[in-house]
């Protein structure tokens, strides 16, 4: 997508976007219900995707997203420039690395020589993590006052885990900040407990439960904000909140919780 298509992108359509993928999800949960889905359960496949959407293209490629806002549509917390070069250089490194390991990994499987099998299975988990980390992001932010609230179950969900949606909130600040190095704060959902946790990432990869999807993530690397807060990444977590699409959260623990 060039630039001047992206400027005409509102939330609106981001959240048309996001309705459509629901009800693709919704679709999906559906087929799978009814036993349709086979081998694999195609229809469970199809859910899950709806989490990290545009994470892969039409042929199930890896691909970048577009961002559903323009550049400068959150500028009141994260400047123009940091989101064009966040967005089209950063996550588009993250992309292109998943890609080439997976390149690699065949390549080993072909030769049978699997020398490089510890470095290019890092790179998977690091490049990988970066990749759903970011798609994750983008869809979890609006421009402020666009974000609306957290959605009714989802409220509920988050009172019963963290006790309000504040000591959330606050508890999620606090993990972010200190992360050690770089990575990220996450809000996740954990499968296998029916209930939300939050988890510190280091780097894009470290720390997981994995059984927990993750739905609000704030990405803590300086270069998600030291252009315009330097090294004061507290005030850039303070801000954090002005910017989240609590709506589209919703949606996402929706799909995940029900
Ligand atoms: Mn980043």
């Known amino acids: 997508m060039n630039e001047s298509r992206r400027e005409f992108l509102t939330v609106g359509a981001a959240s048309a976007l996001g309705g459509a ?35 892969v293209d039409a042929d199930g490629k890896y691909a970048l997203p577009p961002l559903p806002y323009a550049y400068d549509a959150l500028a009141e917390v994260i400047d123009e420039q940091t989101m064009k070069l966040h967005h089209d250089k950063h996550h588009e490194g993250y992309v292109k690395g998943l890609i080439k390991a997976e390149e690699e990994l065949a390549k080993a499987r072909q030769s049978g020589n699997f020398e490089f099998i510890q470095y290019w299975s890092r790179q998977s988990a690091f490049h990988g993590g970066g990749h759903f980390l970011h798609t994750m992001f983008w869809a979890c932010m609006a421009p402020p006052g666009q974000g609306g609230e957290p959605g009714e179950s989802f409220k509920k969900g ?72 330097q090294n004061n990444r507290g005030a850039y977590v303070d801000a954090f909140p002005k910017i989240i699409n609590w709506k589209g959260v919703s949606e996402r623990y929706s799909m995940l919780a029900g």
């Open 21 to 55: 993928l629901l009800s693709g999800v919704l679709n999906g949960k559906a087929e799978a219900a009814e036993g349709s889905g086979h081998e694999g359960h195609p229809g469970h496949a199809n859910a899950m995707k709806g989490l990290f959407p545009g994470a």
């Open 158 to 229: 988050i009172e019963k885990d963290f006790g309000s949606v504040d000591g959330m909130v606050a508890q999620l600040k606090a993990a972010t900040k200190s992360v050690e190095g770089s990575g990220w704060g996450l809000l996740a959902y954990s499968i296998a407990a029916g209930k939300l946790v939050i988890l510190q990432a280091q780097n894009q990869q470290l720390l997981t439960q994995w059984a927990s999807i993750p739905l609000l993530g704030i990405d803590v690397w300086e270069h998600a904000y030291y252009l315009k807060y």
